[in-house]
């Protein structure tokens, strides 16, 4: 334990800070799973209480963020886009760009079972991580480590998350032209349950019109819808053509007899 703890230092010069109080930042990366096996360290903790505030102050320095820099949009339009910037996969990216998973104390099961690369744990790892540098370091240490970050993100989601989203796009589209309403199904999943991906794909009419994939079913029908919305000759932001529109040939008469999955 104290060697895998003694890697901490290294994580601290990777990112570029030093905690002041070291058993915070030991804290964040003991997981629940770990103490349950654990007969030697009963003085840890879990990181659960750390990521209950990282989760809050996170939102706060998000949200304060956005209204700074967005003074002309609306309420609905900035909770959009903090929606996009701490949603789960977003940040359980973060956590892998600090490879902060290669830190985590599990249990034997927990690890067998993948969870150091679990999209789950790595978003509660990287909370427990803010919440534990909002103790140590306060706001203004905190958005300091953030808002670098937090502006590249900006700048990549902002366009689409101020933008209304494919599957409202598309529905709109489809019953003001057509008098129909777009349907989803899922066509293949693959992988392990702590890392599985979904191709959903969506009908008009029975007629299929866009396939997408993703690590969850609303990923995977959001591609799918940006698909129908380029298919049907409208404005699709951010659709790029990943081939499987021909790999999974939307005229074939076995997709069309799929049974629906709502």
Same mark, same amino acid.
């Given at each position: 334990m104290e060697s895998k703890f003694h890697t901490l230092i290294e994580l601290q010069d990777a990112v570029g800070l030093r905690f002041n109080d070291f058993t915070l930042i030991q804290r964040a990366f003991v997981h629940r799973s770990y103490l349950h096996e654990a007969d030697d360290d009963s003085?840890? #903790?879990?990181?659960?209480?750390?990521?209950?505030?990282?989760?809050?102050?996170?939102?706060?320095?998000?949200?304060?963020?956005?209204? !700074?820099?967005?003074?002309? !949009?609306?309420?609905?339009?900035?909770?959009?886009l903090r929606s996009a910037l701490v949603k789960r996969e977003s940040l359980s990216r973060f956590a892998r760009e600090l490879c902060l998973g290669e830190y985590l104390l599990l249990g034997r099961g927990e690890e067998e079972n993948g969870g150091r690369s679990r999209h789950t744990t790595l978003c509660d790892t990287y909370e427990a991580f803010i919440g534990a540098l909002?103790?140590?370091?306060?706001?203004a240490g905190l958005r300091?480590?953030?808002e670098p970050r937090l502006l590249t993100e900006i700048e990549r989601v902002a366009h689409f998350a101020l933008a209304k989203d +494919?599957?409202?796009?598309?529905?709109?589209?489809?019953?003001?032209? $057509?008098?129909?309403?777009? !349907?989803?199904?899922?066509?293949?999943?693959?992988?392990?349950?702590?890392?599985?991906?979904?191709?959903? #794909?969506?009908?008009?009419?029975? #007629?299929?019109?866009?396939?997408?994939?993703? %690590?969850?079913?609303?990923?995977?029908?959001? +591609?799918?819808?940006? $698909?129908?919305?380029?298919?049907?000759? %409208?404005?699709?932001?951010?659709?790029?053509d990943s081939g499987l529109a021909e790999e999974y040939d939307l005229a074939s008469v076995? $997709?069309?007899?799929e049974q629906d999955e709502e």
């Amino acid at each position: 334990m104290e060697s895998k703890f003694h890697t901490l230092i290294e994580l601290q010069d990777a990112v570029g800070l030093r905690f002041n109080d070291f058993t915070l930042i030991q804290r964040a990366f003991v997981h629940r799973s770990y103490l349950h096996e654990a007969d030697d360290d009963s003085d840890l #903790q879990d990181n659960q209480r750390l990521e209950f505030l990282g989760d809050a102050v996170l939102s706060f320095i998000v949200s304060e963020l956005l209204f !700074r820099r967005y003074p002309e !949009r609306r309420e609905g339009e900035l909770t959009n886009l903090r929606s996009a910037l701490v949603k789960r996969e977003s940040l359980s990216r973060f956590a892998r760009e600090l490879c902060l998973g290669e830190y985590l104390l599990l249990g034997r099961g927990e690890e067998e079972n993948g969870g150091r690369s679990r999209h789950t744990t790595l978003c509660d790892t990287y909370e427990a991580f803010i919440g534990a540098l909002y103790l140590d370091q306060g706001i203004a240490g905190l958005r300091g480590f953030l808002e670098p970050r937090l502006l590249t993100e900006i700048e990549r989601v902002a366009h689409f998350a101020l933008a209304k989203d +494919a599957k409202s796009r598309l529905q709109e589209w489809v019953q003001a032209a $057509m008098g129909q309403t777009p !349907r989803y199904r899922t066509v293949h999943t693959e992988g392990p349950d702590h890392a599985r991906k979904f191709i959903r #794909q969506v009908t008009i009419d029975k #007629q299929p019109y866009g396939v997408g994939e993703g %690590q969850s079913k609303q990923e995977a029908e959001q +591609a799918a819808a940006a $698909m129908a919305l380029a298919r049907l000759g %409208q404005t699709s932001p951010g659709y790029v053509d990943s081939g499987l529109a021909e790999e999974y040939d939307l005229a074939s008469v076995e $997709m069309q007899k799929e049974q629906d999955e709502e």
